[in-house]
């Protein structure tokens, strides 16, 4: 059991290794030292406390989008709309924040639970055909992504811009702030919340028999079938719950970071946590650490602008590459099985 | 009424042609993988790897057509990376087709930084786009219709023309047809003798020829320049018309005209005030509602699915214990 899980680690980081020799063949041939580029990511990741807090800041999306990911991954689900459910439950967060004024506290709790609601309901349609109908969730997802991204903009400009603003709604009343950590950094308890999420997501999956139920669907659907899952009801409420904290995700990073929605105001996130989420096998506990490496890569990047002729979209080549040989190493873990099997993931 | 006329005229009719062509291009190269039984989620990424190529490889040569080359030789370096994965490995398509797009995504704005120093876009630096070709005598034929058929860059031509080739190439090839039962009945070809992994290699590939030339379409055709991810989506709508087609050239070819219409009438609505966010939206509702839609109308196969799913149920309900309670 714990050898298994060894060898299981110790795959994960020689595909990790991998990438980065990849990353770095890469990073010489746009014409820039991978030494001086690590250094810099390094530096701009854990330079100081300031820096260490940046992580942080950036890991918490992060972290949220990948239990999202990793509760739909689990049921066999792959919700590829985490990024349209955090740009609709940031404007939901954001709109209960400057539009209704509440006292403070409840209006922060109503705030979020608008975002949780909104981030449901945007993948409430493709969960109801994947789950009825067995329409694709991967392409239908994807593609409600561009509409989210464009219709919270056209929130933001055309119906609550702020007079005078550029593309961005008033600011939130401070009422509804997510309270901040520490006086330096506008590191909030929306990173508290992950980690409760996160074990929370674990607690779940490993004692409860409805999460036994969700990981039998992912793994085994006939099995769980036949052992009285009812499949379909379950596979729509998956969906739902990935999209809730996707939402969730949404809401922490207006209240706690940008107190506004404004355009473009979490890019990649949602995609960063589905990486995250494949990088630790579904895991939530294991997407502490993955959404930790990759808010360290993204918090280094910012440096990596200032400091070397490297753009910062570099680490987005780097994650990758760690997936592509991550998936890779399914084949030389299971050289044994046979080669008639079905093709799949590792859950 | 009044709006219909301006909407709808030769015009329109010859820009859904012109924004037809990329989507119809990808979604012909994911026909091969599609009908390889291969779910190819990474075409956004070769089509958008195959665009900038096009456009590097036309400023340093100084031809459009050499453009052309790159793009599809970039386009298929990923699909080759994705078969190898996918075929080779076998690791889960959906998984390597999205870190591929993801990979396409970075490493082009990358470059663009180091090579032309610009986030962003790419515009003039000498960027060689497509000529277009004007046919002999389609004014003298077709008088104010000429722009029906005449006018276009090659690709497009290609990409129509490429809809009967196709027809034919699963119908009368024997390659057309290996490709058609190593995807519907995988055991049926190895019992025949047919490699699998080479068909599925073969499918990956022409899917990337296909893919790099709607990328070059789109960065030399009728803009030339390229911009972070200009794709913008139309490979996943490619998908999504392949799921609904089911990788068939004619079905392709009807859902992409209905894509095209959507992308060129967005366009056009936009110049009539239309808030340009709602209006940019229409052509990812409208591939989401086909999407729905032809799922729904499939459903009496799922009804069959449901029936025969409680029949197994009422079947095992007699070999539960006696309190009744399902085994798990």
Known sequence: MIRDRLREVSGQVI????????????????????????????RGAFGDQEKIAGTLLQTTPILICGIAACIGLRGGMFNVGIEGQLFLGGFAAAWVG???????????????????????AWVAIPAYFRARYNTNEVVSTILSNYVAVLLTSYFTIFLFKRPGGWSETPPILPTAYLPELFSFSRLNWGLVIGLVLALGAALIFRYTSWG???????????????????????????????????????????????????????????????????????????????ALFFGALRSGSLLLEVDTSASREIITVIQALIILSVSAQVLVRRRGDSQAGERRWKF | MEILDKLVNVALIAATLRTTAPILLVALGGSFTTKAGIFNIGLEGQMLAGAFFAVLGS??????????????????????????????????????????NILAGGMTISLMKAIFGTRGSIVGQGIVGLPKVQLPGARAVLGSWAPLISGFTPIVYVAFIAVPLLVLFYNRTRLGLYIRVVGEKPEAAEALGISITRVRYIASLLCGLLAGLAGA????????????????????????????????????????????????SSLRLQTFG????????????????????????ARPKIIAETLASMQRLLSTDRNTGPDGKHPL
């Open chain 2, 59 to 100: 400023i340093w040569t100084g031809s459009a057509f050499a453009g052309v080359a790159c793009g599809v030789a970039a386009a298929l370096v990923f699909a080759l990376v994705f078969a190898v994965l996918v075929v080779s490995f076998r690791a889960n398509e959906v998984v390597v087709g999205l870190a591929l």
């Open chain 2, 274 to 297: 239309y808030p340009s966010y709602l209006v940019l939206t229409v052509p990812y509702v409208v591939a989401l509602t086909a999407l729905f839609a032809l799922s729904y109308r």
């Open chain 2, 217 to 264: 379409h789109l960065s030399l055709g009728y803009i030339t320049m390229f911009t972070e991810n200009m794709s913008s989506g139309r490979g996943f709508m490619a998908v999504a018309i392949l799921i609904f087609s089911n990788g068939d050239p004619l079905k392709v070819l009807a859902g992409c005209l209905l894509f095209g219409f959507a992308d060129a």
């Open chain 1, 15 to 42: 595909a990790v290794a991998v990438a980065l020799i990849l990353g770095a063949i890469i990073i010489l041939l746009v014409g820039e030292s991978p030494v001086r580029v690590l250094m810099t990511l390094l």
């Open chain 1, 98 to 120: 400057f539009a209704m004024p509440l006292p403070p506290g409840i209006h922060m709790l109503a705030a979020l639970a608008l975002a949780v609601v909104a981030g449901a």
């Open chain 1, 212 to 290: 036994y139920g969700v990981t039998m669907v992912g793994s085994a659907p006939k099995f769980a079938e036949y052992g009285g899952v009812n499949v379909k009801r379950q596979g729509f409420v998956v969906l739902l719950l990935s999209g809730a904290v996707g939402g969730l995700a949404g809401g922490i990073e207006t209240l706690g970071v940008h107190h506004r929605f404004m355009e473009g105001f979490a890019p990649g996130f949602g995609f960063d946590g589905l990486i995250a989420a494949l990088l630790a096998n579904g895991s939530p506990v294991a997407t502490i650490f993955t």
